[in-house]
């Protein structure tokens, strides 16, 4: 496996699904700010908390020009179904496609749990510069607190 990408790299330039099934490019963020936060699973407790998180914030790091964008593997329907259940203003993003972005990135990693491993999302999130280049990288993301430190980070960017 290849290094994953850090600061001063530029973000891969891939296609996304949206909920409604259109496509989103990572390159159409060029120009601004952007938080890029992955999370393993839609309706799991701490993705829940932390796609909250970050929507409660969205209207502040829409002031500050940064924009949001939340990834995981979940399929369109369910992402639809996961925002509207719980309010969220984060927009969210499917990844599904092997060879997609957070394979790019090396964040659709091997994990173990009870003995078993399978393949999963490892809790990470990109602040973007409006350049294209990634500014900074959280890995394994505890969310308690997580996204005012992403906003304060991407204000001072």
Known sequence: ???????????PDMALTT????????????GRKLVLFFYPKDDTPGCT?????????????????????GVSKDPPKKHAKFIEKHGLAAPLASDAEEGGLSDA????????MYGRTYMGMERTTY???ADGRIARVWNKVKVKGHAEEVLAAAKAL
């Open 1 to 11: 496996m290849s290094e994953r990408p850090g600061p001063g790299d530029a973000l």
């Open 19 to 30: 909920p409604d099934g259109g496509t989103v490019r990572t390159s159409v963020f060029t």
């Open 49 to 69: 908390t932390e796609n909250k998180d970050f929507s409660a914030l969205a209207g502040e790091f829409e002031a500050a020009g940064v924009a949001l964008l």
């Open 105 to 112: 990135l090396g964040i659709w990693t091997e994990k173990s």
């Open 127 to 129: 602040l973007v510069g």
